[in-house]
């Protein structure tokens, strides 16, 4: 692994150079919240923690179309565009290399695969704010699943690379770039020892998986499904949810069938509903209760690690308060201010 | 193959859903191109009432007894009947007041007894209260992709399915920060999707006008915006533009049983 660093002044023309490669991304304020957005360098926020919407869509869009049909034949032309994607905190790199791991292990998906070798991953080191829980997932810091990746220590730079094409891109920004040193070094570890000391929010996600599982029958589903609006905000905020729906449409404009792919949750009413109209998850309760067992169980078995990174987007997100923290503190019997408490009490 | 032949009529409102028909612009001479279009009043006077259709596209509330005559000949000749627009798919901003709050708002409006003389009015209902409906397309008024889309499916001979998730799937594709979560009162959870969360892009709350999701858990939200500070009265108002009486009723007993 070879480590580089630049000068803090530096950082905007080294993204530019970068640029090389492809259309530059980067975190930019939108409201009160961020959003990976085209900008220039000097528009990204550095303090951006959380974007509304994680990287996922950079590998596959909320809506696109996968197939045209015309004349008795069919192509696709999916060609996502090259693109260097800046500011991936650990949490968001864990996330795509669960994503990665989804969509290449048992059938492994085209229009992902081109994404993926379309895109730059250029990482950012970053201080939690209270919503943070990456330390208890065990994904605060990154070793593999990017291209570069930065770190913050003031006045310079640190850059790891990560990967070949990583590497290569180093050619179109090699003047800015120095070798580090051993003080570098030094410094990194202290930023981290002040890094890992600055997490607020406390939650313990140690029996995870068999919590859950001895769970399975728990009234706390039924209370959370009460709350429940069910509009699918926490899965399309989660860097891991990978669910998606086709549709087929004509297009009477240019005389040719489409399927479009689109983002979709298992907590909406259909998700589970097969021909004939039978619903497996009728009940809220039971959507909720999936989408908890899936991400701290049974991807767990699969893949080894939980789907959950500790971004906190569902914590900032659902307007009712069910999220992983919330769903966790419940489960071990620990209080939460959720809706559905707050509703219980009332119905009592 | 034979161009399929439809019709494009309005009931009870606004005209506004036939209009954004007519604001294809673009599209109009393809939509005329793979349809053979038999009747649409609206455009053009030349129409013709005798011949079958194969497709019906209605706008409107059942509002009064001419509406549901008319509706059942439409029914009668047509093979799939498309309700379009909230009116026609929910009963429309009318379908407000019924029952005997229905009779007590037409008096104030029309005075005595028999001051419409015509037809005689009818509490405002959709269309699938009185005959079958094949397939909808919400929204107030519809919107020009939607139709394209719902139009082209049709030319093909495919039953379009009523989508059945909410407004929030959409506004979150659209990367938007969350309005009911910034102390609005977004009935997006409640609102089925299709619109491409026009309104919250805009920073304008949903007011539901695509109509409900199966199974709403409007009591959630509801007691959601209740903790938030909001009075029963400014609650029921907005879920009642497009809600119906007999939601806003129940919606008004389960607030006032949390004020004990």
């Keep these: ?348 | 193959m034979a161009k399929p032949k439809i019709g494009i009529y309005g009931l009870t409102g606004c005209a506004g859903d036939q209009l954004n028909i007519l604001n294809c612009e673009d599209e109009l001479l393809k939509i005329f191109d793979i349809f053979e279009i038999k009747s649409f009043v609206m455009a053009s006077s030349a129409a013709d009432e005798e011949s079958s259709l194969d497709v019906a596209f209605v706008e409107g509330s059942v509002s009064t007894e001419k509406d549901l005559e008319h509706l059942k000949e439409i029914r009668k000749k047509a093979k799939i009947l498309v309700a379009i627009g909230h009116c026609a798919v929910y009963g429309g901003v009318q379908a407000m007041f019924m029952g005997q709050e229905w009779e007590k708002m037409y008096r104030r409006v029309y005075g005595k007894k028999n001051a419409v003389t015509l037809t005689k009015p009818l509490p405002p209902k959709p269309l699938a209260a009185y005959v079958k409906v094949d397939a909808v397309l919400p929204g107030c008024p519809i919107e020009k992709e939607p139709f394209l889309k719902l139009a082209g499916l049709l030319a093909k001979g495919v039953i379009p399915r009523h989508p059945d998730f909410p407004v929030c799937a959409e506004c979150k594709w659209k990367e938007n920060e969350c309005l009911l979560l910034k102390g609005e009162i977004c009935l997006g959870p409640l609102t089925n999707s299709g619109c491409g969360a026009i309104c919250p892009s805009l920073n304008i709350p949903c007011i539901g006008c695509w109509g409900p999701i199966e199974k709403e858990n409007w009591e959630a939200e509801a007691f959601l915006l209740k903790e938030k500070g909001f009075s029963t009265g400014d609650i029921v108002k907005r879920f009642s533009i497009f809600g119906g009486q007999e939601r806003a009723e129940k919606l008004k007993k389960f607030l006032e049983s949390k004020e004990g």
Excluded at chain 1, 225 to 248: I, N, Q, R, Y
């Design chain 1, 1 to 348: 692994m070879r480590l580089f660093k630049i000068k803090r002044e530096n950082l905007i023309p080294f993204l530019r150079g970068l640029e090389g490669f492809g259309e530059l991304w980067g975190p930019v304020k939108k409201g009160e919240s961020f959003v990976y957005a085209r900008a220039k360098p000097e528009d990204f926020d550095m303090t951006a923690l959380r974007t509304i919407i994680p990287a996922k869509k950079f590998f596959l869009p909320s809506k696109f179309t996968s197939l045209k049909f015309k004349d008795n034949r069919w192509e696709d032309d999916y060609r996502p565009r090259k693109r260097v994607i800046f500011g991936l905190h650990p949490c968001e790199i864990h996330a795509l290399n669960i994503y990665h791991k989804f969509y290449t292990r048992l059938y492994p998906d085209p229009y992902y695969l081109r994404a993926k070798a379309a895109t730059l991953v250029v990482g950012l080191s970053c201080i939690p704010d209270e919503h943070c829980f990456c330390y208890a997932t065990g994904t605060s810091t990154v070793n593999e699943g990017f291209d570069l990746f930065l770190t913050d220590l003031g006045d310079r730079f640190l850059v790891w690379v990560g990967s070949p094409r990583g590497e290569d891109s180093l050619k179109l920004v090699e003047k800015f770039l120095q070798e580090a040193s051993q003080e570098d070094i030094h410094k990194y570890v202290s930023w981290r020892k002040k890094r890992d000391a600055s997490f607020r929010l406390k939650i313990d996600l140690d029996g995870m998986p068999e919590i859950v599982s001895f769970s399975y029958d728990s009234p706390i589903w039924e209370k959370m499904g009460k709350a429940c609006l069910s509009c699918g905000t926490c899965t399309m905020v989660c860097p891991t949810c990978t669910c998606f729906d086709l549709e087929d449409e004509y297009d009477l404009r240019r005389d040719e069938m489409k399927r479009e792919r689109f983002w979709y949750s298992c907590v909406f009413r259909e998700y589970s509903m097969v021909a004939g109209g039978h619903n497996f998850r009728e009940a809220r309760s039971e959507r909720l209760k999936l989408w908890y067992t899936h991400k701290l169980v049974g991807f767990m078995s699969e893949y080894g690690s939980p789907a959950c990174t500790g971004c906190g987007r569902c914590v900032v997100s659902c307007p009712v308060g069910i999220n992983v923290v919330s769903v966790v503190k419940a489960l071990k019997n620990e209080e939460t201010a959720a809706l559905w408490v707050k509703m219980e009490v009332e119905n009592a």
